[in-house]
């Protein structure tokens, strides 16, 4: 959780103060060089980090999300796409490259969002809704939406 945006002293720059769920992810209670600049609310002396606002990834919309999954340029928890990666396991977990035959065809088809009844978007750091009308314009087919691993702040 964020809890604080701005200078540190003795810093350069802008810094985010942040409050981890998993409290030995800090190193922090929200102070620095005596200066306390938030208070952690779990009152745990390494619940806080202060992170430059340049390494911080604020996330991206449902539709940017769409964009880049049904393009293929990410994979799901924003793994790199590399085509020469489809395979499928056997049953003694062997792994068996598969050939994709019509595969530009498929990708076409996959492309052409406006055409989506279902969209499987996990974990691609989805942190807002965006413009409704321009998503409901976007996707006018779309009545499912899997969004697992992702930490969308209102909707």
Do not use: M
Not at 52 to 62: D, T
């Amino acid at each position: 959780t964020v809890r604080y945006v701005g200078p540190v002293s003795g810093q350069e720059g802008t810094w985010v103060g942040v409050e981890w769920d998993d409290v030995s992810r800090g190193k922090h209670d929200g102070s620095t060089g005596g200066v306390r600049y938030f208070d952690c609310k779990s009152g745990c002396p390494t619940a806080g980090s202060f992170v430059r606002i340049e390494r911080v990834n604020f996330g991206v919309s449902v539709l940017e999300a769409l964009r880049a999954r049904y393009n293929n340029e990410t994979a799901e928890y924003g793994a790199e796409v590399n085509e020469d990666e489809l395979y499928v396991h056997t049953s003694r977990k062997r792994r068996v490259k598969v050939q994709l035959v019509g595969e530009e065809k498929i990708s076409q088809k996959q492309r052409q969002i406006h055409t989506l009844e279902s969209a499987r978007l996990v974990g691609l750091d989805i942190s807002t809704v965006g413009d409704p009308g321009e998503l409901s314009g976007a996707v006018p087919a779309l009545n499912e939406l899997d969004v697992t691993g992702n930490l969308v702040a209102f909707w």
